[in-house]
Nanobody, 123 residues
Framework: AQLEESGGGLVQAGGSLRLSCAAS????????MGWFRQAPGKEREFVSA????????YYEDSVKGRFAISRDNAKNTVYLQMNSLKPDDTAVYYC?????????????????WGQGTQVTVSS
């Protein structure tokens, strides 16, 4: 099982990026998937999650209204559209997957992790 993120980079404040996470090795279409991030010197934190059918999404308060999570199960891919980016959004963003919704939004300890992609927002 493998999760591979892409789409990170350097962007000015107010700009946008779209992260992608391609899953392989198992049927992630039946898994809840999500995004976490870790800023320098800080603990990893939850950002967003989406149920396996894509019918329910959940966001950390600081990104509500700016970020949007979606998935394409035919492509085994989950996306994170990030708009109105702020310098505080600078972090390594990690894709995650768990067979249970609670593994992402409650315990925040998903079973599968990607390697991460760097997002840097300049002021």
């Amino acid at each position: 099982a493998q999760l591979e993120e892409s789409g990170g980079g350097l962007v000015q404040a107010g700009g946008s990026l779209r992260l992608s996470c391609a899953a392989s090795g198992r049927t992630f279409s039946s898994y809840a998937m999500g995004w976490f991030r870790q800023a320098p010197g800080k603990e990893r934190e939850f950002v967003s999650a989406i149920t396996f059918r894509g019918t329910t999404t959940y966001y950390e308060d600081s990104v509500k209204g700016r970020f949007a999570i979606s998935r394409d199960n035919a492509k085994n891919t989950v996306y994170l559209q990030m708009n109105s980016l702020k310098p505080d959004d600078t972090a390594v963003y990690y894709c995650a997957a768990d067979p249970l919704w609670g593994g992402l939004i409650q315990s925040r300890t998903p079973k599968f992790w990607g390697q991460g992609t760097q997002v840097t927002v300049s002021s």
